[in-house]
């Protein structure tokens, strides 16, 4: 009984873990290039308490024997990077990711970070920066006498300037894929970072090498669909309901024992 305690608190904790993943999930609803979390769930040791193939008292062998299950403990929070739906914003440095990639990002520490979120605008100097004025990689700098940006699905950077008939070309947008995506480590603010478990980048142009193309004018957006969170809400909060009651079930029998002495 007192086994079955802690087996049901193990539940517990689980699915309140689960519950703070559905909640930050439900919570980036609106946020730009966000990727759902999904925790993945492995049972935990088995108490032994008979081996399988050992030999019962008359000599035979023991085609299953007893194994007892201490609980579940949470084996990973996975980050799943399926496409989020495209909303059009007719903004020229709103810029969608249309397959695998990542735009790069320079840190204030030197390094990189990716990110699904195209939600570029200009600093003071005319460069091309994230919401929090990080410089994209390659760094595109605009002319304070450009008309019209241009961006194609190949990520060539061209602009049009007063009284020059012919548009001029600044750059090309380079994006970066992962053997593990899965395997970034998220920073918030919509970055992710390299880690040892992503593997290296592979950058490039895109449409090149299974990278995705640009969308100018175009966002994308969460890949959390409201509905299948309540619905893993629901099946959470049950899960919850079911191992607490394991836990009253657990301390009723204990409250039994008890009382065989009085």
């Known amino acids: 009984m007192i086994r ?3 087996t049901a608190s193990t539940g517990m904790q689980a699915q309140d873990l689960n519950v703070s993943v559905i909640a930050n999930n439900l919570a980036n609803v609106s946020t730009t290039g966000f990727k759902r979390s999904r925790p993945d769930f492995q049972d ?3 108490q032994q308490l008979r081996l399988v193939g050992t030999l019962s008292p008359n000599g035979n062998q023991v085609p299953t024997g007893s194994q007892l299950g201490l609980g579940v403990k949470t084996s990973a929070i996975q980050k799943i990077f399926l496409q989020g739906d495209f909303v059009q914003t007719q903004n020229d440095l709103d810029i969608a990711i249309q397959g695998d990639g990542f735009f790069q990002i320079t840190l204030p520490n030197g390094n990189l970070g990716y990110t699904r979120s195209g939600t570029f605008k200009l600093d003071n100097t005319g460069q ?3 919401s929090d ?7 595109i700098t605009i002319p304070p006498n450009a008309i019209d940006v241009s961006i194609d699905t190949q990520g060539t950077v061209s602009v049009t300037q007063s009284g020059t008939p012919q548009p001029a070309i600044l750059g090309t947008i380079q994006i970066a894929t992962f ?3 899965a395997g970034l480590q998220a920073q918030g603010a919509n970055l992710f970072i390299e880690s040892g478990a992503s593997g290296p980048p592979v ?3 895109p449409g090149i090498d299974n990278r995705g193309t640009l969308q100018q004018g175009f966002l994308e957006q969460s890949n959390v669909s409201v509905v299948e969170e309540l619905v893993q809400l629901i ?3 049950r899960a919850y309901e079911v191992n607490s009651r394991t836990v009253q079930t657990a301390d009723q029998l204990l409250q039994i024992a008890n009382n065989l002495i009085r």
């Open 4 to 6: 079955s305690l802690f």
């Open 235 to 237: 099946t959470a909060q």
């Open 133 to 139: 004025g990080l410089l994209l990689n390659p760094a």
């Open 44 to 46: 935990l040791f088995y």
């Open 128 to 130: 091309v920066v994230t």
């Open 179 to 181: 053997q593990n995506p």
């Open 203 to 205: 950058v490039g142009n």
